[in-house]
């Protein structure tokens, strides 16, 4: 499903679907270029018997950047916190849409305090600009990756609390009318 779908705002909706265009796109890139790297070294290593330094090195920026947009997907695709156990003992649909919202209010503040750490960490990378010590690849580079990834998080984040509040809403706007 299209999360998408359920936005109001032209706006919005068109925020959303770049930013899931860009979250792809990397993740695609991280995900095809991994193997390939991980194939181009042992291909130079076990068979023409030629090691080559730094693909560690190099694999660990594809590794972070891949990891920090599968939990933007994650969040994106609403698969990012289950409740599970939680759940089971709600049986009544108004409480099931106050927890989904309740969970969403408190994502949403755990994302922001994890985004002001990262957007430290991210200028402090920056201005540092300390390099990798092989390939001398700025390390800038991986560490924004966590910044950025929480970014998309907090933003479909939000979108699925505006989501959740909006469910509640009509639910209780419902159950008025009867």
Request: glycine fraction near 6%.
């Amino acid at each position: 499903m299209e999360y998408y779908e359920s936005i109001k705002t032209p706006v919005l909706k068109g925020i959303y679907r770049i930013m899931v265009v860009i979250q792809r796109i990397i993740g695609y890139i991280c995900a095809i270029a991994l193997p390939l790297i991980i194939v181009y070294q042992v291909v130079l290593r076990y068979i023409l018997k030629i090691p080559l330094m730094g693909i560690e090195e190099l694999m660990t920026f594809f590794i972070i950047w891949l990891y920090m947009m599968g939990g933007a997907v994650a969040s994106e695709k609403r698969s990012h916190i289950e409740c599970g156990i939680l759940t089971l003992y709600i049986k009544k649909e108004k409480s099931i849409k106050i927890f989904n919202c309740i969970k969403g209010i408190l994502s949403i503040a755990i994302c922001l305090w994890l985004t002001y750490w990262a957007f430290w960490f991210f200028k402090y990378s920056f201005g540092l600009w300390k390099t990798s010590d092989i390939l001398h690849i700025p390390m800038f580079i991986g560490e924004s990756s966590m910044f950025i990834g929480l970014v998309f998080m907090m933003f479909f984040t939000f979108v699925e609390l505006i989501d959740n509040i909006r469910d509640l809403v009509k639910f209780l706007k419902g159950a008025e009318g009867k």
